[in-house]
């Protein structure tokens, strides 16, 4: 079983910048990508970017260039860094880690982009 564990959230106000953690512990094999999704009142839950062992990101068109993804292999945490925030990125932010046959998610994050 793997545990994950999200912080970082909150209010920012719209152009400020937010870094949201999440540090995963229990049965972890190497190899594995995470990733963070969000998802706004009435919505579906949407991919923001991923990682993959090896460093590889991928991010959704409506935050590239101003969200950026890292790990830290050795503390099994991943970061989002999002800056230039706008009012269409408040959504609860979700943690993933995927591993062969199985997935594993976080309990969430509140973001609010608000004046």
Known sequence: ????????????????????????????????????????????RELVATITSGGRTNYADSVKGR?????????????????????DDTAVYYCKLDQTLVSYWGQGTQVTVSS
């Not at 994950?4 to 937010?18: D, N």
């Not at 540090?23 to 919505?43: D, E, L, N, R, V």
């Open 1 to 44: 079983q793997v545990q994950l564990v999200e912080s970082g959230g909150g209010l920012v106000q719209p152009g400020g910048s937010l870094r949201l953690s999440c540090a995963a512990s229990g049965s972890i094999f190497s190899g594995y990508t995470m990733g963070w999704y969000h998802q706004a009142p009435g919505k579906q």
């Open 67 to 87: 969200f950026t993804i890292s790990r830290d292999n050795a503390k099994n945490t991943v970061y989002l860094q999002m800056n230039s925030l706008k009012p």
